[in-house]
């Protein structure tokens, strides 16, 4: 079976799991994990900022970001297709009683004009506009990264209009690796930074929220609220911070095997967006109908935004799409599966 579902498939390896049982651990809640106050550290250094908090997934740092950044009643800002709206089960209503207003964008790109026209007015009406939610890369827009510039201006625009800005970087080193450009440079602009291990880095489980002590000392009490307080933790952490050492820089030999798949589907017929990192979406008539008969043929994808299907590559397919054979053999199943169509689609 190759598993393309998602860079989350990925299973730990050896050099990982050999740092996981030598890691030293403490009680967490008590502060007392060496392994875990190592990698929050490690975290928060890489990504410019005062303070990092270790929490079990991305889903929970993201909604710890929203909601230390907001009062209940309040109006989040962010995009259509942002995972913290399509694929976080209502959360922030749950957890944080705020509201969600969706803004189209390209590509997963908001910009200042469309972000200004919907901050409301002070008005008894009206939910206060607090939040502006970010994500780099963006999931269902295929991995699409968010220019630096325009992250900028709109993180600006933002914060001048009174808005605090949260950026979803469940996959900001795959930006890092596609662009050269440090992730602390997207970081720079954000007040909350969340981002994974568990993704393409390859950790077994863990994300991180980044920001200044004052609000990462109110995470930790959020973390705790949301049951996200864990004891040894070090266990995992220390994976988290192999995975952060040693695993960034290749994630670019993703992205190549995301190209060289989107060429191979492309000269087989298909309408396939073009990647820019390790997520490859592709237009299918059926999506669930193609998915099934892909699996039956030993691939495994995922339905992407609708009308397609999700290839994502990653450290554990590498080594069967590193040749050109691994490449022909995803493309051949996907034939079997289904004739290519070639849709204009927006
Ligand atoms: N995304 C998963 C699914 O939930 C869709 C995937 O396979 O891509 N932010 C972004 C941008 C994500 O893509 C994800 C995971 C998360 C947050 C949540 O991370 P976890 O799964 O750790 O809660």
Request: charged letters at 25%; proline letters at 5%.
């Amino acid at each position: 079976m190759i598993d393309l579902r998602s860079d989350t498939v990925t299973r730990p390896t050896e050099g990982m799991r050999r740092v996981m049982l030598e890691a030293p651990v403490g009680d967490d809640v008590f502060g007392e994990d060496p392994a875990v106050n190592r990698l929050e550290e490690y975290v928060a250094d890489l990504l410019g900022k005062e303070a990092a908090l270790y929490a079990p997934s991305g889903t929970m740092t993201n909604q710890i970001g929203v909601h230390v950044n907001t009062n209940r009643g309040e109006e989040v800002l962010l995009h259509e297709g942002s995972h913290i709206f399509v694929y976080e089960a209502g959360a922030p209503a749950m957890l944080s009683g705020v509201q969600l207003r969706t803004l189209a964008g390209e590509a997963g790109v908001l910009d200042s004009e469309t972000v200004r026209a919907a901050v409301r007015p002070e008005d008894v009406h009206f939910p206060r506009s607090r939040l502006l939610c970010l994500e780099n890369t963006h999931n269902t827009s295929g991995g699409k990264i968010f220019p630096l510039e325009d992250f900028a201006t709109v993180a600006a625009t933002a914060t001048e209009l009174g808005l605090k800005v949260h950026l979803d970087g469940a996959r900001l080193f795959n930006a890092q690796a596609a662009t050269g450009i440090p992730a602390r440079e997207w970081c720079a602009h954000a007040d909350t930074v969340s981002v994974c291990s568990s993704k393409g880095l390859g950790a077994p489980v863990g994300s991180l929220l980044a920001g200044d002590e004052e609000t990462i000392m109110e995470a930790r009490r959020a973390r705790k609220a949301f049951g996200g307080g864990m004891r040894q933790a070090g266990i995992i952490a220390a994976a988290s911070l192999y995975a952060f050492e040693n695993h960034v820089d290749r994630l670019a030999e993703d992205h190549d095997h995301a190209r060289n798949l989107a060429s191979g589907l492309r000269e087989a017929g298909y309408d396939v967006r073009e990647p820019e990192t390790n997520l490859v979406l592709v237009a299918v008539d059926d999506p669930s109908e193609f998915l099934q008969a892909l699996a039956r043929e030993g691939v495994l994808a995922t339905p992407g935004r609708p009308g397609y299907v999700r290839f994502c590559t990653h450290l554990d397919a590498c080594d069967v799409l590193g040749t050109g054979e691994g490449i022909q053999r995803v493309v051949a199943a996907c034939l079997r599966a289904s004739e290519p169509i070639s849709p204009i689609r927006g």
